[in-house]
């Protein structure tokens, strides 16, 4: 079992930054493709935003985010990352980070096994 904890979210102008953290309090995420989702308020869906491959090599993108935001990992911290830059009003939702230990295709939510609390990210002026 994996128990994920984000941090780093608030209330933020727009054109700001904000960097969440997805670390454990139980068990590890260096064997485990890691990706960020968001839910907006009043919406079931998890959205894709980004995923990280173990090694760190390969990220994958949502292209409202594509250059906005950026997802990394540092597996001595057992952390990953996501900086979010220049950000919107629309990027303000619950930021979820989840853990797939199968090697799925990083972008579909049903592939991972386990998921962290959440943590809110609202951007306003």
């Known amino acids: 079992q994996v128990q994920l904890v984000e941090s780093g979210g608030g209330l933020v102008q727009p054109g700001s930054s904000l960097r969440l953290s997805c670390g454990t309090s139980?068990?590890?995420?260096?064997?485990?493709?890691v990706g960020w989702f968001r839910q907006y308020l009043g919406n079931e869906r998890r959205v894709f935003v980004a995923?990280?491959?173990?090694?760190?090599?390969?990220?994958l993108y949502e292209d409202k985010v594509k250059g906005r935001f950026t997802i990394s990992r540092d597996n001595a911290k057992n952390t990953v990352y996501l900086q979010m830059n220049n950000l919107k009003p629309e990027d303000t939702a619950v930021y979820y980070c989840?853990?797939?230990?199968?090697?799925?295709?990083?972008?579909?939510?049903?592939?991972?096994?386990?998921w962290g609390q959440g943590t809110q990210v609202t951007v306003s002026s």
């Open positions: 995923t990280v491959s173990k090694s760190g090599s390969t990220t």
């Open positions: 139980r068990g590890t995420l260096n064997s485990a493709t």
């Open positions: 989840a853990a797939d230990f199968d090697n799925g295709s990083g972008y579909l939510s049903h592939e991972y096994d386990y």
